[in-house]
Each structure stands twice: as C-alpha cells, then as structure tokens.
DNA sequence: CTGTTAGCGCATTCAC
DNA sequence: GTGAATGCGCTAACAG
C-alpha cells in the first residue's frame, strides 16, 4: 500500500521504458520526427500502442508556453448570426490540432474583465471575440498579456490588435439608401439592443436625414419579437411603408405578423432583415437582407492567430469583409 | 543581456515576493483562503494587483490533476436543438469555474477517436457528448481514461458513464399515437439523416403499424430542405394528411411550401415538428411540435459532471428527462 | 497559521 | 541520432 490515489495514468516516461529509449527521444518521435531514425519512430509507436499512452498536453504547454488553444468570447451562445463564425473557427482550427475554449460573456460589461481573466489564466495562444471589447481595462489587460487576439464582427480605429468585421454604420446607411431609392419615406426600426445593431441604426437615421418610429427588443432577438414589434410600430404610425430590421429573426416575425394582419409584403410593406440567415431566401415572400459573410469572418480569425502562433507578420491586421444587400421579394 | 526571450510574465513566486511570505502562503491565500489569516490574505491581494498577476491554470491544473474544464463533443455546431444545452452547460460551469472545451465530431464515426485522443490529451475534468458515442473503441477509451462522461439527448442501455436524455424511440411512438387519435392514416414523414432521428422514425413506423412515405434530408435540416421535402412527399402521394417532422426548422419549410401550393394548415395537411424551438409558438399557424428541455439537460449534465468533480457519488447517473407533445394550431 | 520539500509530465537547452 | 540534466508555475504533503 504505497500510493492511494488514482490509477497512475501512463506517462512518456513508460513508453521510453517499454521501447527501450530515453524520455527525450520519445517525446520527439511523437512530436518531431523528422529528428529520429525511422527505426526508432516505430519502436516507440509501438510502444504507444502496447501502453495506451495519451499525451498530456497541459505538462507540454507548460514548458513550451503554447496550450494549443484559442479562446472565443461570444455576447451570447444563442446569436444565430455568430453560428457560422463558430463553425469555421472550429474547423480551422482544428485542422491546426488546437482547440475551442467557448465563453459567454453576457451583455454586462462589468463581467468582461473577471471573465478575461479566467480566459488569459488558461493561457490560450490566441483570442476572438465576437465584437469588441467595450471594457478600457480589458482592453488594457489583454494588450499586456501580450496574447493574440482578434476581434471580429465590427471595425474599429483602434482594434486591440487585429480584427476581422465591418463597418455597421455603412449597413445601415446602405439600407436607408435603398430605401430611399425605392421612394419609401414612411420608414422604422426594429432592433435588437445590442452594439452592433445600435451603430447600424445611426447609419441608417443619418443617412435618412430624420429620426423615424423605432421599436427596441432585447437580445437576442426573436420571431417572437419582431411580431410585437411590428404591432407596436404600427401603433405609431398605421401608414409605415417598410421596416429595417436588426435580424432575419426579427423580420421573419415581422413579416409573419403582417401576414397576420392582412398586410401583403412587400405592397403594403416592405422588410429588410440582416444576416441572411439559412430561412431568409426560402421564407414567403423570401427576405431581402443584408449579407455578411460570417464563415469567411471565422476563417479568417483563424488564419490570423494561427499565423501569429507560428511567429508571422500578419500583413493585414484589419480585415473588412464587407457586405451586400440581397435583394429579394420582400421589397 | 541575460534573457532573450519575451518579457516574463509575473508568477506567484514575485507576487510571494512582493507580498514578503512564501510561495505556498501566496498560493493558499488566492484558492484556500481560510487557511490563511486576514491580514496576510490582504497583503496577498495587494501583491496581486500591484504586480498584476493573473493565475497560470496549466501549472495549477498539472500538480492538482484537475484542468478546470469540460469538453463538449457535439456533431456540429450547427444544430439548433443543442443551442440551449450548450448554454445552460457553458453558464452552469462558468458559475463553478470551469471553462468549456467545445469540439465538433461531424457525422464521420471515423473521426470520433482521433479526436477523443486529442481532447483526452488536454485532461478535461468531464467530457460531454451531444448523443451517443457510437464507436466502440472510443468507449472503451473514455472508460479506462477514467474521466467523468454524460451522454445527452439520448439514453442507451449501458452509458459509458452517466447520461442524461430521453427515448426517441417513445418520441417517435408518441407522435404516431397522436396523429392515430385524430384518425389521420395517410402519414408521412420528413426526417434528417441523423441516427436520432432514424430512432424517432422507427418508433413512429412500430406504432403506426406500416411503412410510411419517408423523404430524408441531410443533417442539420433546415427551412429550405422542408419546402424540397414537402414537394417530394406529395410526388409520392398527394393526399397525404399528415406528415412527423424530424425538426422544428424542417416542419417550418414543410408549412412554407404548404402555404405557397394553397395548402391549408391543418385542414389540408397536419404537422408536427421536433424540440420546440423559440419560433414554434410564433408561427402562423403556430406549431405543433414535441418539447424536450434542452436546457435542463445541459444544467443537468453540469451538475452530474461537477458532482463528480467533488468526489460525490451520483445517486442517478442515468436521467430520462421527458419529452411532451405540445399541441398548437398546425394540427 | 505558515514554511520546506518534492514533484506533476513534458520540452528545452546543452552535451555526446 | 540520441541522451542527461534542468525547470516551466504551481500545489500536495508533510513539518513546524
């Protein structure tokens, strides 16, 4: 009765016993081995084999000071717009042999730097957030921490270090122009209460040159939403001729609600979404929506953590992925 | 010219340092706090803010055998139903302190134990599994690693471990046991080609009692696959009454294309969706579909998880946790 | 309540 | 090509 504890899980050390090497040479047939003779790889592969070793990557990523990990910080899991960015992120990443350490930040920001904190005391080699960070002192933490990180979804004059989005003020200010060419005039808002959705909502105001009926929802917003919204925009106004909305959600609630009414889309109404979610070309009457290419967002964010990861110069820090409005039945 | 390499980062031995005690105290002070007096907790904490110092979880989690993490395996990201699992999961273990590994499987059963291995090589405290672990080798695996595994959304006879889920087999008799109550005998159904909802289908073909019209789509369903199904379905056979879908998302499109064909909801066609999304209530006409806590289950999954953390035993190590026809306006 | 000692499992120097 | 020593940053076990 010498130890109590746990079954001792196998080490390196018993595989360079069983194959009859040194901790050293183990550990670089399995990590380099283009360093070791072919003979040598195979007898400790075959050692790998007969022990059921599994490397402990925590003890590597102490010494090499790389955890082969990448934290993502969401506002929210359930933000359909940021699934596909996930997704990417995922793929690219794991296809690089690291791995996604997901965490929810919420919409208070008081969170964001206790949260940061937990992230950066796993020592993950890059970070992505979806958005910005608001918090100055975050911002601050993560600059010294030193540790790569890539902010995505929106632009900024001074990203924390590199960023993958777009301009939202243009989105809105695109949507307003197109509506303005179709000579719509009775114009509102329906959005959800997030940053994002907010700037799209100046852009869209300035470029109208007025204020117009606006309806907030929390977020993340829903069908559900976007049906009371659109009953209380039509409380303030009963003649509104088309409505800019935050979400394909919220438009397909929207839309759903005017069906509802008796209101034909886009003759009595017109609806512009934003995401161009999976639903938005295939609803009745299919949404006109501003497109944004969230795959590419995640990929990309991968490419550069990944490039800095390997010591790289990234050449371009701050990518614009731009947008497009997709025209469809709905306007 | 002593060091060449990037600015150390500070460790408990300067915060130790600056605080005037050992090492250990400083460790103590920060994680076992009422082992240490007050006013040594305080210079502690000083220490810690004035130098800066943000914990190295690896270092802690190599000596201690506990990583702070959970890995969630799920086969894609993309699926909706496991959306409120992830995040009732992520918030359960954030409250505890734990971070959340999120990985995705695929559909390829081959790819299940290469990437068990390398989530296994970063020691999680839990393992996760959106489902079951189909392969073999990979169970037997995750048993000998010894670490605390739930399955959800499914029960099995013999768990690897825990699990927390329910029958899709009783699901798929359920819905047929309704839709024989309203006297509909021309069924059909329109599934996606994952293994739960085949589960689901033969269920409802045992109780119907006979093969049915059967259009199967690729996984994640969506919108757009439920108007292709639809259209397929009524090529088999236009008088169709009724028609089991294997999602919420592919019984919206089924409605889609209903709707676009003149089609009524439920006086010329019936139907019924899957897991109750946050739409389903709000369509028009409102959705009937089967409800499963996909919350619960994540909230559940943390609890057996982190019991096991705590050395607990779990008195209920496999959980049925339901499911219930919700009876809305589409049928 | 506090400190000393000894590692956790591996990868980075250096040697040979 | 291979190996021996050393320590990454922290905590468990024992002393005081």
């Keep these: 009765m010498t130890d109590s504890t746990a079954p001792k899980s196998v080490t390196l050390h018993d595989v360079a016993r069983e194959a009859g090497v040194s901790l050293i040479t183990a550990s670089r047939a399995l990590s380099k081995p283009n360093l070791v003779s072919d003979a040598t790889i195979e007898r400790v592969r075959a050692a790998v084999e007969a022990t059921g070793y599994i490397p402990n990557l925590l003890a590597g990523g102490l010494k090499s000071r790389r955890s082969m990990t990448v934290a993502l910080l969401v506002p929210s899991i359930s933000v359909a717009q940021f699934v596909p960015t996930i997704k990417a992120l995922t793929e690219a990443l794991d296809a690089a042999g690291y791995q996604l350490i997901l965490a929810q930040m919420g919409y208070d ?164 979404g934003f995401g161009d979610a999976d639903f938005a070309a295939h609803m009745e009457p299919s949404l006109t929506t501003v497109q944004v290419d969230g795959h590419g967002i995640g990929d990309r964010a991968a490419r550069l953590i990944l490039a800095r990861c390997r010591g790289e110069t990234v050449p371009e820090p701050v990518i614009d992925v731009g947008f497009r409005i997709v025209e469809r039945a709905s306007t």
């Excluded at 122009?177 to 000579?183: D, I």
């Excluded at 109208?208 to 209380?232: K, M």
């Design 109 to 272: 920001h008081a969170r964001e730097a206790a949260l940061l904190n937990t992230i950066i005391s796993r020592r993950p080699d890059g970070i992505v957030v979806a958005g910005l960070l608001r918090s100055p002192t975050s911002r601050e933490q993560l600059r010294r921490a030193g540790i790569p990180v890539v902010e995505t979804w929106e632009l900024s004059d001074r990203p924390v270090d590199m960023a993958v989005g777009f301009s939202h003020l243009k989105v809105g200010s695109a949507v307003a122009g197109y509506f303005l060419s179709r000579g719509w005039r009775r114009v509102a808002i329906a959005t959800a209460d997030d940053h994002r959705a907010a700037v799209r909502r100046e852009g869209f105001l300035s470029t109208i040159g007025h204020d117009v009926p606006t309806v907030v929802v929390p977020a993340p917003s829903s069908l559900a939403s976007g049906r009371r919204a659109l009953a209380q925009l039509l409380e303030q106004d009963r003649r509104i001729e088309a409505i800019c909305c935050s979400s394909d959600q919220l438009a397909q609630g929207v839309l759903v609600e005017a069906a509802a009414r008796g209101l034909r889309s886009p003759e009595d109404l017109a609806i512009c």
